[in-house]
């Protein structure tokens, strides 16, 4: 399932950097930014609009298709290294007590001459265990 949630995740993220750099969709929103929309607008509806404008800008839609194109790929490279990275970052570790600082020693497991390392340690007070 785990695997599932990440490639699913890895999924949608692609779509929204799609969705991000196709033209139709910006000159649309952009449309109704300037001249309003067709139908009653918020004040949050309005500020929305303008936050998804700037989402636009920073994925490049103002770069020739070729380039917006590059930047999709990369940023699909980007997240699935993220992904990967983030996930493999969750499984514990083994690793030699003697290569830790020893003011951090006390706050992972001990295995004989190892230390089982485990997650972010993002809840722990100290700032050399994170």
């Known amino acids: 399932f785990a695997q ?18 196709h033209t139709g969709i910006y000159s649309a ?5 300037e001249n309003g929309d067709r139908f009653p607008e918020t004040d949050v509806d ?5 936050l998804f404008l700037q989402d636009f800008h920073q994925c490049g839609i103002h770069l ?20 990967t990275f983030a996930a493999n970052s969750q499984v514990p570790r083994a690793v ?19 230390l089982i390392v485990s997650g972010h340690n993002l809840d722990s007070a100290s700032d050399l265990a994170r």
């Open 46 to 50: 309005k500020h929305v609009a303008k």
């Open 29 to 33: 929103l952009k449309e109704s930014v």
């Open 96 to 114: 030699k007590a003697n290569v830790l600082p020893s003011q951090i020693r006390g706050h992972f497991h001990s295995d004989g001459d190892n």
């Open 4 to 21: 599932a949630a990440q490639d699913a995740c890895i999924e949608v993220s692609a779509l929204v950097e799609k969705l991000n750099t």
């Open 64 to 83: 020739e298709e070729r380039d917006r194109v590059k930047v999709v790929q990369l940023t699909d490279t980007i997240l699935r290294t993220g992904q």
